[in-house]
């Protein structure tokens, strides 16, 4: 089996279960991913599948929430992943035809299983496109997003201000 691991805007394959070797600042380095990021790039990859095959994929169920679903889009949810089991939720929310918003698959990050960093994200995604620091209106609990743009639409993560400063979320918005 192979996987991959994304570095820029290329992907190298290496086997399973094996650490990956790629060039960072004219360097050779042995990294081994975080499971979290093998499963996000599997799921940039198949981001348009349908809500049961996402779901099987992510290790979760997703239901439909009726309550937080509306004439815009169709949103629904899960718990903890089986596959993963630092992602504690996902929310998958599905713009309906001829509406004008993004889709949009979150996942939620329980920080106590994972500490993932912003140098981890950097060393296996690269430098990111943008970032988002909360005003001091927002609350302390509000985190430092970072983004990355892509053909397909942006891939944010979102950091906890507090220390330690670990990844608490990851978003896909694409069309």
Same mark, same amino acid.
């Given at each position: 089996?192979?996987?991959?691991?994304?570095?820029?805007?290329?992907?190298?394959?290496?086997?399973?279960?094996?650490?990956?070797?790629?060039?960072?600042?004219?360097?050779?380095?042995?990294?081994?991913?975080?499971?979290?990021?093998?499963? $996000?790039? #599997? *799921?940039?990859?198949?981001? !348009?599948?349908?809500?049961?095959? @996402?779901?099987?994929?992510?290790?979760?169920?997703?239901?439909?929430?009726?309550?937080?679903?509306?004439?815009?889009?169709?949103?629904?949810?899960?718990?903890?992943?089986?596959?993963?089991?630092?992602?504690?939720?996902?929310?998958?929310?599905?713009?309906?035809?001829?509406?004008?918003?993004?889709? $949009?698959? #979150? *996942?939620?990050?329980?920080? !106590?299983?994972?500490?993932?960093? @912003?140098?981890?994200?950097?060393?296996?995604?690269?430098?990111?496109?943008?970032?988002?620091?909360?005003?001091?209106?927002?609350?302390?609990?509000?985190?430092?997003?970072?983004?990355?743009?892509?053909?397909?639409?942006?891939?944010?993560?979102?950091?906890?201000?507090?220390?330690?400063?670990?990844?608490?979320?990851?978003?896909?918005?694409?069309?």
């Amino acid at each position: 089996m192979t996987s991959f691991i994304r570095k820029g805007n290329s992907d190298f394959p290496y086997p399973a279960g094996m650490a990956a070797f790629f060039l960072m600042s004219g360097q050779i380095m042995a990294e081994t991913p975080p499971p979290t990021f093998r499963l $996000l790039d #599997a *799921l940039m990859h198949n981001r !348009e599948m349908p809500p049961e095959i @996402l779901a099987r994929g992510l290790g979760v169920r997703l239901d439909p929430s009726p309550g937080t679903s509306n004439y815009v889009s169709e949103v629904f949810e899960g718990g903890q992943s089986n596959v993963d089991p630092a992602i504690s939720h996902v929310v998958l929310r599905l713009t309906r035809d001829g509406m004008d918003q993004d889709n $949009l698959i #979150a *996942l939620g990050i329980d920080t !106590e299983r994972s500490c993932i960093t @912003l140098r981890d994200i950097v060393s296996y995604y690269g430098n990111f496109s943008g970032m988002h620091v909360p005003t001091p209106r927002q609350p302390p609990t509000a985190a430092v997003t970072y983004s990355y743009r892509q053909d397909w639409g942006r891939l944010v993560f979102e950091i906890a201000r507090k220390d330690p400063a670990c990844l608490k979320g990851i978003r896909l918005e694409y069309r």
